[in-house]
């Protein structure tokens, strides 16, 4: 039978990816059908990359009904095209947004700003009258230590 640690557990890996999914605002989009989001698979399209990593899991959890397609392409040095979304509102209108040299917040705002509706400017309404930004700051990632920092 294993000992008991004498010491409290920390938080459960589950636990903080429940608390970051659940974070204020909610990206509840009611007019949202479809993303279509394509990117260079590395060395480029740096904002769209962490958009699909920090932002794309929150949207999907909020929103199960909406239809996600990511598509990372093989882009070369010699290559010069622009990451783009692609997004289909449910009244039939699509808008399409370029990517390119923007951050992944400025893409979640524009992507809210498209199609979360009112409760979204009401939201920024507040927070700026509380001298706040409308999104928090992203999650601080601490470095890796011991193995895991020198293994790929």
Request: aromatic letters at 8%; hydrophobic letters at 35%; proline letters at 12%.
């Amino acid at each position: 039978m294993p000992r008991k640690p004498k010491t409290i557990p920390g938080p459960s890996r589950l636990s903080g990816i429940l608390a970051r999914l659940n974070q204020d605002p909610k990206p509840h989009l009611p007019n949202l059908k479809s993303i279509r989001l394509m990117y260079a698979y590395r060395n480029d399209h740096f904002g769209a990359r962490h958009f699909v990593k920090e932002d794309l899991p929150r949207i999907r959890y909020a929103n199960p009904a909406v239809d996600i397609q990511v598509e990372k392409r093989l882009k070369s040095k010699e290559e010069s095209w622009k990451p783009e979304m692609v997004v289909e509102l449910k009244n039939g209108t699509t808008h399409t947004l370029d990517l390119g040299g923007k951050w992944s917040s400025a893409i979640f705002h524009e992507l809210m700003d498209l199609s979360a509706g009112p409760w979204w400017h009401k939201w920024k309404r507040e927070r700026a009258a509380a001298g706040e930004p409308a999104l928090p700051p992203p999650p601080v990632q601490t470095p890796k230590t011991g193995a895991a920092a020198v293994l790929p």
